[in-house]
């Protein structure tokens, strides 16, 4: 008789025990034949007592020559280390014993984390701060998701996870809070009998910006104020007034709209009665309005705070402006999959690198009254020689994507393992080593990505944390704990969402509390252990080390074979004259003979030029419909050098970067465009459009999610053109899961744009 047990056919089930589930153990004998029997003995050790047991274990099957058997042990509690003991006897012998143990712990953490950031949209230029701000994505943001992010974990005490808050974003959010304000914000204010044609242009221009599915159409007034904008009829100042009321309704959370919220700073915040009236404001309702809006301004840095010193949370930070650090450091070593990509003159600044990630450090601590102890690099662009500029600011950990690590070392790694993908690595050598997360990329779209369209989250967060286990928990091969890494965009995604994914939220963070299989860690709680939790510390030395690590980011997309290159922000021709003119513009700090110490307004205007957000938009890579916009806020930053020098700016700041385009929308219609020109199409709905030229086919093309950090809602967009002389023809057909079909997304009539 032979006997084994812990191969494929005979495992044991689950092979990493949690506390509270049973276990199942299959063994094998061989050959089969009557009067077999198979038992173990085992014991299991609890907090320093020993209780011992036997198992008969009972006969399931014969499986050619092979007899197969099962027992059951459990459950069992957290920390308990059982040991067992297999015996088999035969009527001819009986089998010396083979020992098996196992501990029961938590099959696995999982770290979820949440990155914020808004670029620097104040125009340096401009006299003071009211009116500074061209974009208002900063403020609105904090409105429906700066706050509430954090909040949501709050009341989920036994969810543990990181939120990343970029030095620059809060930079923003205290500047709103000294007296700056934005160009929306200043058209809210402004009396609507006192708009001039200009502003009225403008407001029914842009107070549409946000979904339509989810922020305008449950609202009755909102939807008829856009159904008249569609059907441009005209506007009367009560009208503009109840615009000017609902743009700013729709980008407060779920829960301000619907109740009275008292924050943590003891103020009351509610704008459901505004919800509840629903039309006729006055000016008065929305001074009021705004006044709520800055209560909970005040309160977002605060609740990250008290909630990171209570230990629920990690903040962790980025270098300050966003750059991209290797690109920083040297634009001749950036990876460029791209067919048709080429480097542009050197940028070679490791210093500029340096000093951005420790301006944020001290920003961080002037926050957080305590140095951060990870940083999630901008877009995850890392590479093996930026490690030790990070190492000597004190940091213990970085975080970027799975993608990295599969083309790491001479020959990658399988990431597809779970032992493999769900673990730390100690990446660099001696005391510039530190930890780097590798995040699930699949797992961390779905949230970003797919769940969006749907309309009961309870059965969406399950599936979720099943697939976890499915792809994770229940295939490790490895005793050790595993940390699963899931990192995404916390801002953006939840406009798409159903009540601004509040109930997506509290789904999964009410499974995540009560799940015996995973655990939720911030990053420093799994690196440095949390006693109060029984989470064990897994230091620097006890990481595998990741060996040549790629230099790449967490953008994977079409064109980037095989992906997570750095060439979303160099390497094509808008990218590179970009690159070219933040070059001049350094070399004329060095020609100064400047420094950071004397001429410290222009080094910041440089920080701020550096920033990964304008390059992201410069190429065909990245569209957003309004690349011009973010084409004139570069430019001006380093125009800001050359002020804060005390010279005149060349006359190549004055020349656009990007190629003439034009943005059709629902809200912004053209009609006419010059030849030569890009027309962009674009729409708040996923869906597809038809489009034609005089006597040529009709062409169907699905729109193009477009974003990011750089803008306010998701949108949907495809680009035409350069187009000649003649005539375009297109319509839309909305995709919206929750369209009903009868909405202004689903106008059917043909639209015209002429070319000449």
Same mark, same amino acid.
């Given at each position: 008789?032979?006997?084994?047990?812990?191969?494929?056919?005979?495992?044991?089930?689950?092979?990493?025990?949690?506390?509270?589930?049973?276990?199942?153990?299959?063994?094998?004998?061989?050959?089969?034949?009557?009067?077999?029997?198979?038992?173990?003995?085992?014991?299991?050790?609890?907090?320093?007592?020993?209780?011992?047991?036997?198992?008969?274990?009972?006969?399931?099957?014969?499986?050619?020559?092979?007899?197969?058997?099962?027992?059951?042990?459990?459950?069992?509690?957290?920390?308990?280390?059982?040991?067992?003991?297999?015996?088999?006897?035969?009527?001819?012998?009986?089998?010396?014993?083979?020992?098996?143990?196992?501990?029961?712990?938590?099959?696995?953490?999982?770290?979820?984390?949440?990155?914020?950031?808004?670029?620097?949209? %104040?125009?340096?230029?401009?006299?003071?701060?009211?009116?500074?701000?061209?974009?208002?994505?900063?403020?609105?943001?904090?409105?429906?998701?700066?706050?509430?992010?954090?909040?949501?974990?709050?009341?989920?005490?036994?969810?543990?996870?990181?939120?990343?808050?970029?030095?620059?974003?809060?930079?923003?959010?205290?500047?709103?809070?000294?007296?700056?304000?934005?160009?929306?914000?200043?058209?809210?204010?402004?009396?609507?009998?006192?708009?001039?044609?200009?502003?009225?242009?403008?407001?029914? !221009?842009?107070?549409?910006?946000?979904?339509?599915?989810?922020?305008?159409?449950?609202?009755?007034?909102?939807?008829?104020?856009?159904?008249?904008?569609?059907?441009?009829?005209?506007?009367?100042?009560?009208?503009?007034?109840?615009?000017?009321?609902?743009?700013?309704?729709?980008?407060?959370?779920?829960?301000?709209?619907?109740?009275?919220?008292?924050?943590?700073?003891?103020?009351?915040?509610?704008?459901?009665?505004?919800? !509840?009236?629903?039309?006729?404001?006055?000016?008065?309702?929305?001074?009021?309005?705004?006044?709520?809006?800055?209560?909970?301004?005040?309160?977002?840095?605060?609740?990250?705070?008290?909630?990171?010193?209570?230990?629920?949370?990690?903040?962790?930070?980025?270098?300050?402006?966003?750059?991209?650090?290797?690109?920083?450091?040297?634009?001749?070593?950036?990876?460029?999959?791209?067919?048709?990509?080429?480097?542009?003159?050197?940028?070679?600044?490791?210093?500029?690198?340096?000093?951005?990630?420790?301006?944020?450090?001290?920003?961080?601590?002037?926050?957080?009254?305590?140095?951060?102890?990870?940083?999630?690099?901008?877009?995850?662009?890392?590479?093996?020689?930026?490690?030790?500029?990070?190492?000597?600011?004190?940091?213990?950990?970085?975080?970027?994507?799975?993608?990295?690590?599969?083309?790491?070392?001479?020959?990658?790694?399988?990431?597809?393992?779970?032992?493999?993908?769900?673990?730390?690595?100690?990446?660099?050598?001696?005391?510039?080593?530190?930890?780097?997360?590798?995040?699930?990329?699949?797992?961390?779209?779905?949230?970003?990505?797919?769940?969006?369209?749907?309309?009961?989250?309870?059965?969406?967060?399950?599936?979720?944390?099943?697939?976890?286990?499915? $792809?994770?928990?229940?295939?490790?091969?490895?005793?050790?704990? $595993?940390?699963?890494?899931?990192?995404?965009?916390?801002?953006?995604?939840?406009?798409?969402?159903?009540?601004?994914? %509040?109930?997506?939220?509290?789904?999964?963070?009410?499974?995540?509390?009560?799940?015996?299989?995973?655990?939720?860690?911030?990053?420093?709680?799994?690196?440095?252990?949390?006693?109060?939790?029984?989470? !064990?510390?897994?230091?620097?030395?006890?990481?595998?080390?990741?060996?040549?690590?790629?230099?790449?980011?967490?953008?994977?997309?079409?064109?980037? !074979?095989?992906?997570?290159?750095?060439?979303?922000?160099?390497?094509?021709?808008?990218?590179?004259?970009?690159?070219?003119?933040?070059?001049?513009?350094?070399?004329?700090?060095?020609?100064?003979?400047?420094?950071?110490?004397?001429?410290?307004?222009?080094?910041?205007?440089?920080?701020?030029?550096?920033?990964?957000?304008?390059?992201?938009?410069?190429?065909?890579?990245?569209?957003?419909?309004?690349?011009?916009?973010?084409?004139?806020?570069?430019?001006?930053?380093?125009?800001?050098?050359?002020?804060?020098?005390?010279?005149?700016?060349?006359?190549?700041?004055?020349?656009?970067?990007?190629?003439?385009?034009?943005?059709?929308?629902?809200?912004?219609?053209?009609?006419?465009? %010059?030849?030569?020109?890009?027309?962009?199409?674009?729409?708040?709905?996923?869906?597809?459009?038809?489009?034609?030229?005089?006597?040529?086919?009709?062409?169907?093309?699905?729109?193009?999610?477009?974003?990011?950090?750089?803008?306010?809602?998701? $949108?949907?967009?495809?680009?035409?053109?350069?187009?000649?002389?003649?005539?375009?023809?297109? $319509?839309?057909?909305?995709?919206?899961?929750?369209?009903?079909?009868?909405?202004?997304?689903?106008?059917?009539?043909?639209?015209?744009?002429?070319?000449?």
């Amino acid at each position: 008789m032979n006997l084994w047990h812990l191969t494929p056919d005979t495992p044991r089930w689950p092979h990493r025990v949690s506390p509270n589930e049973q276990v199942q153990l299959t063994f094998g004998t061989w050959p089969v034949a009557a009067g077999q029997s198979v038992w173990l003995d085992y014991e299991v050790e609890r907090a320093g007592q020993l209780e011992r047991g036997q198992v008969q274990a009972r006969w399931r099957e014969n499986r050619g020559p092979n007899s197969y058997w099962q027992a059951e042990l459990g459950p069992f509690s957290k920390g308990d280390q059982v040991r067992y003991q297999v015996f088999g006897t035969s009527k001819d012998r009986s089998l010396t014993p083979h020992p098996y143990s196992f501990r029961v712990g938590p099959k696995l953490y999982l770290a979820l984390l949440w990155h914020q950031h808004q670029p620097y949209y %104040r125009d340096a230029g401009h006299p003071d701060p009211q009116g500074s701000y061209t974009q208002p994505w900063v403020r609105l943001h904090a409105l429906r998701d700066y706050y509430a992010m954090a909040d949501l974990v709050a009341q989920h005490p036994k969810v543990h996870l990181t939120i990343n808050l970029t030095p620059v974003l809060l930079e923003q959010l205290e500047d709103y809070l000294s007296g700056a304000t934005d160009l929306a914000l200043e058209l809210t204010l402004t009396p609507a009998e006192r708009l001039s044609a200009a502003q009225r242009a403008s407001l029914l !221009a842009h107070f549409f910006d946000a979904d339509w599915h989810h922020q305008i159409y449950p609202y009755p007034r909102y939807k008829t104020l856009l159904e008249q904008k569609l059907a441009d009829r005209p506007f009367s100042v009560e009208d503009l007034r109840d615009l000017q009321m609902w743009f700013n309704l729709a980008w407060f959370g779920q829960e301000f709209r619907d109740t009275e919220v008292t924050l943590l700073t003891g103020e009351k915040v509610s704008v459901s009665g505004f919800v !509840a009236q629903g039309q006729g404001f006055t000016q008065q309702d929305l001074e009021g309005m705004v006044a709520e809006q800055f209560k909970i301004l005040r309160a977002v840095i605060p609740l990250h705070r008290q909630l990171q010193e209570r230990g629920q949370i990690e903040v962790s930070t980025t270098p300050y402006y966003h750059p991209i650090v290797p690109l920083l450091v040297d634009t001749n070593r950036a990876t460029l999959d791209r067919p048709g990509a080429v480097h542009p003159r050197r940028f070679a600044y490791p210093q500029d690198a340096a000093a951005q990630t420790e301006k944020a450090v001290r920003a961080y601590q002037r926050h957080f009254g305590q140095p951060p102890t990870g940083m999630w690099p901008a877009e995850g662009a890392v590479a093996q020689f930026v490690l030790p500029l990070f190492a000597e600011q004190g940091l213990r950990w970085l975080a970027t994507d799975q993608g990295v690590l599969a083309r790491s070392g001479r020959y990658g790694y399988r990431t597809e393992d779970p032992d493999v993908l769900a673990q730390p690595y100690r990446a660099g050598e001696g005391d510039q080593a530190l930890s780097l997360f590798f995040r699930d990329t699949a797992l961390s779209d779905n949230i970003g990505f797919r769940y969006q369209g749907c309309k009961d989250f309870g059965p969406v967060a399950r599936a979720f944390l099943d697939e976890i286990k499915d $792809r994770f928990a229940h295939r490790f091969q490895h005793e050790e704990d $595993r940390v699963l890494s899931v990192i995404l965009d916390g801002e953006n995604a939840w406009g798409a969402y159903c009540e601004d994914a %509040r109930q997506f939220f509290h789904a999964l963070y009410a499974l995540l509390e009560h799940d015996s299989a995973l655990e939720t860690v911030t990053m420093r709680e799994y690196l440095g252990g949390n006693a109060q939790r029984d989470i !064990a510390p897994h230091p620097l030395e006890s990481q595998p080390h990741v060996h040549d690590l790629f230099t790449g980011s967490w953008i994977d997309e079409m064109g980037s !074979a095989p992906g997570v290159d750095l060439g979303t922000w160099i390497g094509e021709e808008e990218e590179n004259h970009a690159w070219q003119l933040l070059l001049e513009t350094r070399e004329a700090l060095e020609h100064m003979g400047a420094t950071p110490e004397t001429h410290p307004d222009a080094f910041e205007a440089l920080y701020r030029a550096e920033g990964s957000d304008w390059f992201w938009w410069f190429g065909t890579d990245q569209d957003s419909g309004h690349d011009a916009d973010f084409d004139v806020l570069f430019r001006t930053h380093l125009k800001a050098v050359y002020l804060a020098l005390g010279q005149v700016a060349p006359a190549t700041l004055d020349e656009r970067i990007v190629p003439a385009a034009v943005t059709w929308t629902f809200t912004q219609p053209v009609t006419t465009l %010059r030849h030569g020109d890009l027309l962009f199409v674009e729409t708040q709905c996923p869906g597809v459009l038809v489009w034609w030229r005089e006597r040529e086919a009709v062409m169907e093309v699905p729109l193009t999610p477009v974003g990011g950090v750089m803008a306010g809602t998701r $949108r949907y967009q495809h680009a035409l053109g350069p187009l000649e002389r003649g005539n375009l023809f297109f $319509r839309f057909r909305c995709g919206e899961a929750a369209c009903s079909g009868q909405d202004g997304c689903c106008r059917g009539e043909t639209q015209s744009v002429a070319i000449v």
